[in-house]
């Protein structure tokens, strides 16, 4: 038996023939190559030539879709393959949008690139016309064959970034087009839903050089006796690799010769077995990596709310979750404790991180469509988990927790969070009764471990050098402005103030070396005005 | 016979309906025969244009919406979506239906004397016998259980509704009840996937030559030909999209393509019967028909396939043939228990027979397999529901009645979170936000079996889910004080999941006048001491019993303790697998009762809590009409007098008092405002509680507790309000005062 992926690419295939889309957009193609003599086509619009360049676009309003055709020249063979590098912080790069936290730069095939660039100004008005058409829920074809497809494409991805996600996303169709994105940009498509925006229709004859440049989107690769319509691009590359075979294809023919091929039975297989398999097995690990993230987000719900419940319990025993956490690390003794660590906790830490890394692979303006999915019970979870991280690196004894033992993954979650949720949530707690808080920063037990091992260095050590008990006692006195300040902003949860914590611990201490010497802080603790923190005001 | 066994329908039958479907050809509307009691119905076909794409109408496949109160079943519940019929179809009907014509008293007398009416028509014929049946079983068939099954026999009908017409049809398990013979290269069951655009201009002349009464085809007629062509790209289209969606994986690409594609929305329904020389293949599954109708019109014969054409026409007046012939063909049934794609079997030589391709074929197994996997989806579910029954037993029985403890109910208690039950309710409540959301995504997403939104069993669990947990939901909500950054709960905070629970709710409810079909009973548990069991009176009869309603079903509050009603009245347990598991309840009994009993206001004497309400009773009629939640919700509140209507409906736009799981969120959304800006809304809730009350929608032994919100809000009201609230109100609240 066949396999479904290739059920699918060969209807796919038969849908993309049927559709007609194919013909629209190749009949618009010859004409805008060879102009018809007593052209008074009512839905065209604009037809604009740079001379200098040679690139070409025309408007065609058809009754159901608007059409855009592009024309170029005929590639100089010299510069076929020259690629133009592109980095994110590029003052001329018009696609920063593209890059992703992990892919900061792509390059781009040069001779397309450039023609792009040269008509930078009357292709920003077509934007803004588009744009137009697309909201009056119109949708749009950009189509254009050779290089004239390649700056399609290239017009197609400058698009999709002012597209908003509720429009009807552009087709963009090319015919026996030169690649042109490097393996940076296949990367960061493949991970995006403009990768659906493009369908590359290539006869199966002709042979693209693949070493700098890589497909993207779908291909339609046409045998003689029928097509296939493929995503994976791996097996795209399998299929069409080959030596660069210049002579020109007659898409009219190809286009024709799919026609009669439809009503036909002939099923030949078109796709060998070898390369099934290999999209069968990509496509699978692709439904996994998409499975763990959406999948999950309600196991990770759960998980949550057996750690909420695990930090009320340590607060009615007068010890708030990070210590007790702490001891029980140490000591473990209930299953609830054990569960909360094996299970729990790292369930979660493996889902955050996941989620992080699929975000830092698509470019940015997907991303931020993600991070705004998952914004508030990512910061949550920052907030709860964090400090159980913190209580084991300190407890295997370590330090400087912010600074060298911190996880990628929070560090983006933070940065996500971003000021303006912070200003919003500041406004609220200065009334509110804080009971419920998380404390804002997350590193908060770090600094309060950082600080107990300062002052036990001056307990304990003898004969300490001057200028390093200096030191020290700065960095006491740093951390105390830091307490008084989120003490102030009503930013710190009031379990740090149970009796039994380490906060609790430090403040015995730095009680001692502190002496008589009063401040805000020590008001604050010697008078017990500690124990009405976080009452509704 | 096997054939009867697979299609509902004997050979004498279906030669009858052939007989009644050529007679009705000399007719303007209809034909009656009736033999052997057995009632028959033949609709004529129709050869013009504009009996097959409505002439005002502007859509690409002369498509329409039903409407939702002459067919109140036809729509997706749980999506809210109603079906879509060919226009020119359903206009015929109408005019059928109408003053113009006996159908209407005919049909109505074959009612009355219960006699089993079969509905059939060959070509266009078929179509307006496939919505005369839709027609009959909305009319008849759901409102009394003493109507006979229908049949509809149709022979080469074009296809007449949309997935949902399809779906609806599977939900209410009508779908047995049609089925349409196709001679294999019969052009008309597949005209309707063609767009109306691209056979419009030679449509005429092609009905021309299908027309029977008309002069004698020719072979080599080019307008055939493009005809036939055009019609099977189209086809050819639908079907590749049909195969690309049941395959799924990479829907990206197939959905950025879809916005440039008009593909027809038509899709077969019921059993086909597909007809060559030596057999007889019988297919019930929708999408391996749709399969069928593209791939049994090829060959990869060339002689063959320059024949097509003129076969498409010609195969359209093989059905006399057809039918003579059912008693000597082979049979074959094409499903899960015979696949396709084995080598030599009997369904693979029939496969051979109809031309089918390898291509084909796949198309077919993979139709198939989609339903298996639907079937597995729906098995994999019902593992849960233990899980499900647990937790909210837990809810019941013991969360519940420690929270009251503290005299105020659950949904404060957890509000506050004190305890140690407060978190294991949480967990309890994202649990089971996870197996209902599955669920959702599963209906959403159409991969469960038709039958699924319309089974009582699942209706049941999720309104206990949803009026057991809503309340922790809204109370999670307000707590994390969610309304100040997404704003009210019921504008962005409702999650759907509660919001299908609540469409499967009151589309049940429509239903509740068939037992036939079961009927559930979906109140909480009544027990301990303030609901004494008792008798339901029946002293006054109603002033009027409609027709229909003799044999209702019911659920009313029986004895906590020894869990049986408390009635003498003869009352049974329809389907014991799917009894309430939380409480002494018995449901869906089935009595013999003359009319609707009358009961006494609330808490003051013995009441069913059953359909026989008045206020069900209400609804059973309505329902039918079409009337959905919203409607009801309306009429209620324009009963109460609150003032202009339009500025009233924009004071309860967003109001929690549509449903009453969501009562909590209307109270904690009214609670901080002036009373003279919330007046109506205040005024709306009270006038929903008695309802929602009966209904078991809210509990009354929550929500006057001392300590609840509802009652500390109350009793902030302005004197003037409580002294004109409603007398049960009062008295409630002033009780449980008294009591403590």
Same mark, same amino acid.
């Given at each position: 038996?066949?396999?479904?992926?290739?059920?699918?690419?060969?209807?796919?295939?038969?849908?993309?023939?049927?559709?007609?889309?194919?013909?629209?957009?190749?009949?618009?193609?010859?004409?805008?190559?060879?102009?018809?003599?007593?052209?008074?086509?009512?839905?065209?619009?604009?037809?604009?030539?740079?001379?200098?360049?040679?690139?070409?676009?025309?408007?065609?309003?058809?009754?159901?879709?608007?059409?855009?055709?592009?024309?170029?020249?005929?590639?100089?063979?010299?510069?076929?393959?020259?690629?133009?590098?592109?980095?994110?912080?590029?003052?001329?790069?018009?696609?920063?949008?593209?890059?992703?936290?992990?892919?900061?730069?792509?390059?781009?095939?040069?001779?397309?690139?450039?023609?792009?660039?040269?008509?930078?100004?009357?292709?920003?008005?077509?934007?803004?016309?588009?744009?137009?058409?697309?909201?009056?829920?119109?949708?749009?074809?950009?189509?254009?064959?050779?290089?004239?497809?390649?700056?399609?494409?290239?017009?197609?991805?400058?698009?999709?970034?002012?597209?908003?996600?509720?429009?009807?996303?552009?087709?963009?169709?090319?015919?026996?087009?030169?690649?042109?994105?490097?393996?940076?940009?296949?990367?960061?498509?493949?991970?995006?839903?403009?990768?659906?925006?493009?369908?590359?229709?290539?006869?199966?004859?002709?042979?693209?050089?693949?070493?700098?440049?890589?497909?993207?989107?779908?291909?339609?690769?046409?045998?003689?006796?029928?097509?296939?319509?493929?995503?994976?691009?791996?097996?795209?590359?399998?299929?069409?690799?080959?030596?660069?075979?210049?002579?020109?294809?007659?898409?009219?023919?190809?286009?024709?010769?799919?026609?009669?091929?439809?009503?036909?039975?002939?099923?030949?297989?078109?796709?060998?077995?070898?390369?099934?398999?290999?999209?069968?097995?990509?496509?699978?690990?692709?439904?996994?990596?998409?499975?763990?993230?959406?999948?999950?987000?309600?196991?990770?719900?759960?998980?949550?709310?057996?750690?909420?419940?695990?930090?009320?319990?340590?607060?009615?025993?007068?010890?708030?979750?990070?210590?007790?956490?702490?001891?029980?690390?140490?000591?473990?003794?209930?299953?609830?404790?054990?569960?909360? !660590?094996?299970?729990?906790? /790292?369930? &979660?830490?493996? +889902?955050?991180?996941?989620?992080?890394? =699929? @975000? #830092?692979?698509?470019?940015?303006?997907?991303?931020?469509?993600?991070?705004?999915?998952?914004?508030?019970?990512?910061?949550?979870?920052?907030?709860?988990?964090?400090?159980?991280?913190?209580?084991?690196?300190?407890?295997?004894?370590?330090?400087?927790?912010?600074?060298?033992?911190?996880?990628?993954?929070?560090?983006?979650?933070?940065?996500?969070?971003?000021?303006?949720?912070?200003?919003?949530?500041?406004?609220?707690? !200065?009334?509110?009764?804080? /009971?419920? &808080?998380?404390? +804002?920063?997350?590193?908060?037990?770090? =600094? @309060? #471990?950082?600080?107990?091992?300062?002052?036990?260095?001056?307990?304990?050590?003898?004969?300490?050098?001057?200028?390093?008990?200096?030191?020290?006692?700065?960095?006491?006195?740093?951390?105390?402005?830091?307490?008084?300040?989120?003490?102030?902003?009503?930013?710190?949860?009031?379990?740090?103030?149970?009796?039994?914590?380490?906060?609790?611990?430090?403040?015995?201490?730095?009680?001692?070396?502190?002496?008589?010497?009063?401040?805000?802080?020590?008001?604050?603790?010697?008078?017990?005005?500690?124990?009405?923190?976080?009452?509704?005001? | 016979?096997?054939?009867?066994?697979?299609?509902?329908?004997?050979?004498?039958?279906?030669?009858?309906?052939?007989?009644?479907?050529?007679?009705?050809?000399?007719?303007?509307?209809?034909?009656?025969?009736?033999?052997?009691?057995?009632?028959?119905?033949?609709?004529?076909?129709?050869?013009?244009?504009?009996?097959?794409?409505?002439?005002?109408?502007?859509?690409?496949?002369?498509?329409?919406?039903?409407?939702?109160?002459?067919?109140?079943?036809?729509?997706?519940?749980?999506?809210?979506?109603?079906?879509?019929?060919?226009?020119?179809?359903?206009?015929?009907?109408?005019?059928?239906?109408?003053?113009?014509?006996?159908?209407?008293?005919?049909?109505?007398?074959?009612?009355?004397?219960?006699?089993?009416?079969?509905?059939?028509?060959?070509?266009?014929?078929?179509?307006?016998?496939?919505?005369?049946?839709?027609?009959?079983?909305?009319?008849?068939?759901?409102?009394?259980?003493?109507?006979?099954?229908?049949?509809?026999?149709?022979?080469?009908?074009?296809?007449?509704?949309?997935?949902?017409?399809?779906?609806?049809?599977?939900?209410?398990?009508?779908?047995?009840?049609?089925?349409?013979?196709?001679?294999?290269?019969?052009?008309?069951?597949?005209?309707?996937?063609?767009?109306?655009?691209?056979?419009?201009?030679?449509?005429?002349?092609?009905?021309?030559?299908?027309?029977?009464?008309?002069?004698?085809?020719?072979?080599?007629?080019?307008?055939?030909?493009?005809?036939?062509?055009?019609?099977?790209?189209?086809?050819?289209?639908?079907?590749?999209?049909?195969?690309?969606?049941?395959?799924?994986?990479?829907?990206?690409?197939?959905?950025?393509?879809?916005?440039?594609?008009?593909?027809?929305?038509?899709?077969?329904?019921?059993?086909?019967?597909?007809?060559?020389?030596?057999?007889?293949?019988?297919?019930?599954?929708?999408?391996?028909?749709?399969?069928?109708?593209?791939?049994?019109?090829?060959?990869?014969?060339?002689?063959?396939?320059?024949?097509?054409?003129?076969?498409?026409?010609?195969?359209?007046?093989?059905?006399?043939?057809?039918?003579?012939?059912?008693?000597?063909?082979?049979?074959?049934?094409?499903?899960?228990?015979?696949?396709?794609?084995?080598?030599?079997?009997?369904?693979?030589?029939?496969?051979?027979?109809?031309?089918?391709?390898?291509?084909?074929?796949?198309?077919?197994?993979?139709?198939?397999?989609?339903?298996?996997?639907?079937?597995?989806?729906?098995?994999?579910?019902?593992?849960?529901?233990?899980?499900?029954?647990?937790?909210?037993?837990?809810?019941?029985?013991?969360?519940?009645?420690?929270?009251?403890?503290?005299?105020?109910?659950?949904?404060?208690?957890?509000?506050?979170?004190?305890?140690?039950?407060?978190?294991?309710?949480?967990?309890?409540?994202?649990?089971?936000?996870?197996?209902?959301?599955?669920?959702?995504?599963?209906?959403?997403?159409?991969?469960?079996?038709?039958?699924?939104?319309?089974?009582?069993?699942?209706?049941?669990?999720?309104?206990?889910?949803?009026?057991?947990?809503?309340?922790?939901?809204?109370?999670?909500?307000?707590?994390?004080?969610?309304?100040?950054?997404?704003?009210?709960?019921?504008?962005?905070?409702?999650?759907?999941?509660?919001?299908?629970?609540?469409?499967?709710?009151?589309?049940?409810?429509?239903?509740?006048?068939?037992?036939?079909?079961?009927?559930?009973?979906?109140?909480?548990?009544?027990?301990?001491?303030?609901?004494?069991?008792?008798?339901?009176?029946?002293?006054?009869?109603?002033?009027?019993?409609?027709?229909?309603?003799?044999?209702?079903?019911?659920?009313?509050?029986?004895?906590?303790?020894?869990?049986?009603?408390?009635?003498?009245?003869?009352?049974?347990?329809?389907?014991?697998?799917?009894?309430?598991?939380?409480?002494?309840?018995?449901?869906?009994?089935?009595?013999?009762?003359?009319?609707?009993?009358?009961?006494?206001?609330?808490?003051?004497?013995?009441?069913?809590?059953?359909?026989?309400?008045?206020?069900?009773?209400?609804?059973?009629?309505?329902?039918?009409?079409?009337?959905?939640?919203?409607?009801?919700?309306?009429?209620?509140?324009?009963?109460?007098?609150?003032?202009?209507?339009?500025?009233?409906?924009?004071?309860?736009?967003?109001?929690?008092?549509?449903?009453?799981?969501?009562?909590?969120?209307?109270?904690?959304?009214?609670?901080?405002?002036?009373?003279?800006?919330?007046?109506?809304?205040?005024?709306?809730?009270?006038?929903?509680?008695?309802?929602?009350?009966?209904?078991?929608?809210?509990?009354?032994?929550?929500?006057?507790?001392?300590?609840?919100?509802?009652?500390?809000?109350?009793?902030?009201?302005?004197?003037?309000?409580?002294?004109?609230?409603?007398?049960?109100?009062?008295?409630?609240?002033?009780?449980?005062?008294?009591?403590?």
């Amino acid at each position: 038996m066949e396999s479904s992926s290739s059920l699918k690419g060969s209807a796919l295939g038969k849908l993309v023939v049927t559709s007609g889309l194919l013909h629209s957009s190749w009949s618009k193609i010859l004409e805008i190559h060879n102009p018809p003599y007593s052209n008074h086509d009512p839905g065209l619009q604009v037809s604009k030539k740079k001379k200098d360049s040679g690139l070409e676009f025309q408007i065609h309003r058809e009754e159901k879709f608007t059409l855009v055709v592009f024309s170029a020249p005929p590639i100089c063979r010299s510069s076929s393959s020259d690629s133009t590098l592109l980095h994110v912080k590029d003052k001329e790069n018009p696609f920063p949008f593209l890059c992703s936290e992990n892919n900061p730069s792509f390059s781009l095939h040069t001779p397309a690139f450039n023609l792009f660039t040269s008509a930078s100004t009357s292709l920003t008005y077509l934007k803004s016309e588009l744009l137009q058409t697309l909201k009056s829920e119109k949708p749009v074809i950009i189509t254009g064959a050779a290089l004239g497809g390649s700056v399609a494409s290239l017009y197609t991805l400058w698009l999709l970034e002012t597209i908003e996600p509720t429009l009807k996303r552009p087709l963009c169709i090319t015919f026996g087009s030169p690649l042109i994105a490097d393996a940076s940009l296949q990367q960061i498509l493949e991970n995006s839903v403009r990768n659906s925006c493009f369908l590359h229709v290539v006869s199966a004859q002709t042979r693209i050089k693949m070493d700098f440049f890589k497909p993207f989107g779908t291909f339609l690769i046409c045998f003689d006796s029928g097509c296939v319509c493929i995503e994976d691009h791996v097996a795209v590359t399998e299929l069409l690799n080959g030596v660069h075979d210049s002579g020109l294809v007659d898409y009219s023919q190809v286009l024709n010769r799919l026609d009669q091929s439809m009503l036909s039975l002939a099923d030949s297989r078109l796709i060998p077995e070898d390369v099934i398999k290999g999209i069968e097995k990509r496509a699978e690990m692709k439904n996994l990596r998409f499975d763990m993230m959406f999948k999950k987000l309600n196991d990770m719900k759960i998980s949550m709310a057996y750690i909420e419940w695990y930090k009320k319990t340590c607060k009615e025993v007068k010890i708030g979750y990070y210590d007790r956490f702490k001891t029980q690390l140490a000591f473990p003794s209930k299953e609830f404790d054990i569960n909360i !660590k094996n299970h729990h906790k /790292s369930e &979660l830490n493996r +889902f955050w991180k996941s989620v992080v890394e =699929e @975000v #830092e692979r698509r470019p940015q303006s997907d991303a931020s469509i993600l991070k705004r999915r998952f914004l508030f019970s990512g910061n949550n979870y920052r907030r709860m988990i964090e400090p159980l991280d913190i209580a084991e690196y300190y407890l295997e004894g370590r330090k400087e927790y912010r600074t060298t033992g911190r996880s990628h993954h929070y560090v983006m979650l933070e940065k996500w969070f971003g000021m303006e949720s912070i200003l919003i949530e500041k406004e609220r707690c !200065k009334k509110r009764d804080l /009971s419920d &808080l998380l404390t +804002f920063d997350s590193c908060f037990w770090a =600094e @309060v #471990e950082d600080s107990l091992i300062v002052i036990n260095q001056l307990n304990t050590t003898v004969g300490m050098r001057d200028d390093v008990r200096e030191v020290l006692t700065r960095k006491l006195v740093e951390f105390e402005g830091y307490m008084w300040e989120i003490i102030t902003k009503r930013e710190v949860s009031p379990e740090i103030f149970l009796e039994e914590s380490s906060f609790m611990k430090w403040w015995k201490e730095y009680k001692k070396i502190k002496g008589f010497n009063s401040s805000y802080l020590t008001e604050f603790m010697n008078t017990r005005k500690y124990e009405s923190y976080g009452k509704s005001q | 016979m096997a054939f009867e066994a697979l299609t509902g329908v004997n050979g004498d039958l279906i030669t009858i309906s052939w007989m009644a479907s050529k007679g009705a050809n000399q007719t303007e509307h209809y034909l009656k025969e009736e033999v052997g009691g057995i009632v028959f119905f033949a609709f004529p076909p129709s050869f013009s244009a504009e009996d097959l794409f409505a002439t005002a109408n502007t859509s690409p496949f002369g498509e329409i919406k039903m409407k939702r109160n002459q067919f109140p079943c036809m729509r997706s519940i749980g999506n809210n979506v109603n079906a879509t019929v060919n226009e020119a179809f359903l206009k015929n009907l109408e005019v059928i239906i109408g003053p113009r014509t006996s159908f209407y008293a005919s049909v109505q007398s074959a009612v009355e004397r219960e006699q089993q009416i079969v509905f059939t028509g060959h070509s266009l014929g078929g179509a307006t016998a496939i919505l005369a049946t839709v027609w009959y079983l909305e009319t008849y068939f759901i409102r009394n259980p003493n109507v006979p099954e229908p049949r509809c026999v149709t022979f080469g009908a074009p296809l007449v509704g949309d997935y949902i017409f399809k779906h609806a049809l599977g939900r209410e398990n009508w779908s047995r009840f049609f089925v349409n013979f196709v001679t294999r290269f019969d052009i008309v069951p597949r005209i309707m996937l063609a767009r109306k655009a691209s056979i419009e201009k030679i449509l005429p002349h092609v009905l021309g030559q299908l027309d029977p009464r008309r002069a004698s085809i020719q072979e080599s007629d080019q307008i055939i030909t493009e005809f036939y062509t055009t019609v099977m790209r189209d086809t050819y289209t639908v079907a590749s999209k049909a195969v690309c969606q049941l395959i799924g994986n990479g829907e990206a690409f197939l959905e950025t393509l879809s916005s440039f594609l008009e593909l027809s929305p038509y899709r077969p329904v019921g059993t086909f019967v597909f007809s060559t020389q030596k057999r007889l293949v019988v297919v019930n599954n929708s999408d391996a028909i749709l399969q069928m109708l593209l791939y049994t019109c090829q060959s990869n014969d060339e002689q063959e396939l320059s024949l097509i054409p003129f076969l498409s026409i010609r195969d359209h007046h093989g059905y006399e043939e057809l039918v003579q012939s059912i008693g000597i063909k082979l049979l074959n049934h094409l499903d899960l228990h015979n696949p396709p794609l084995d080598g030599e079997n009997s369904i693979g030589s029939a496969l051979n027979d109809l031309g089918m391709s390898t291509r084909g074929r796949q198309c077919i197994h993979a139709a198939l397999e989609a339903e298996k996997q639907r079937v597995e989806n729906q098995k994999n579910i019902e593992t849960k529901r233990d899980k499900i029954v647990e937790r909210l037993t837990w809810i019941v029985e013991k969360y519940k009645p420690k929270c009251q403890t503290h005299k105020n109910g659950y949904y404060d208690c957890f509000k506050d979170s004190k305890e140690d039950n407060d978190f294991k309710a949480n967990v309890t409540r994202v649990e089971l936000a996870g197996i209902f959301d599955e669920v959702l995504g599963l209906v959403k997403k159409g991969q469960l079996p038709d039958g699924f939104e319309g089974s009582g069993g699942w209706i049941n669990l999720a309104t206990q889910y949803r009026r057991l947990i809503e309340p922790l939901d809204i109370s999670n909500y307000y707590r994390h004080l969610k309304n100040e950054d997404t704003g009210p709960y019921m504008l962005h905070g409702r999650p759907s999941r509660y919001i299908y629970a609540q469409r499967g709710y009151d589309s049940a409810r429509a239903h509740l006048a068939r037992p036939a079909v079961g009927f559930y009973f979906f109140g909480p548990p009544r027990a301990g001491p303030f609901r004494p069991a008792g008798k339901i009176h029946m002293s006054k009869p109603a002033p009027q019993s409609p027709a229909g309603f003799k044999r209702v079903g019911f659920s009313f509050a029986g004895n906590p303790q020894t869990r049986k009603p408390a009635t003498g009245l003869p009352a049974y347990i329809r389907d014991p697998q799917w009894a309430c598991p939380l409480g002494p309840l018995i449901y869906g009994q089935k009595i013999q009762c003359p009319s609707p009993p009358r009961h006494g206001p609330l808490g003051q004497s013995p009441r069913a809590i059953g359909p026989l309400d008045t206020s069900r009773y209400e609804h059973r009629i309505l329902k039918p009409k079409g009337m959905i939640a919203e409607d009801v919700f309306w009429n209620k509140v324009n009963d109460l007098n609150l003032g202009l209507q339009q500025e009233i409906q924009e004071n309860l736009k967003i109001s929690g008092s549509k449903c009453g799981s969501c009562f909590w969120a209307e109270v904690e959304e009214l609670k901080g405002k002036p009373y003279e800006e919330v007046e109506v809304r205040v005024k709306t809730l009270q006038g929903m509680l008695e309802r929602w009350i009966g209904d078991g929608e809210v509990d009354d032994k929550e929500i006057f507790l001392e300590g609840s919100t509802f009652r500390k809000w109350w009793n902030t009201l302005p004197d003037n309000h409580i002294l004109h609230s409603p007398l049960y109100l009062r008295g409630r609240l002033m009780d449980e005062t008294r009591a403590t």
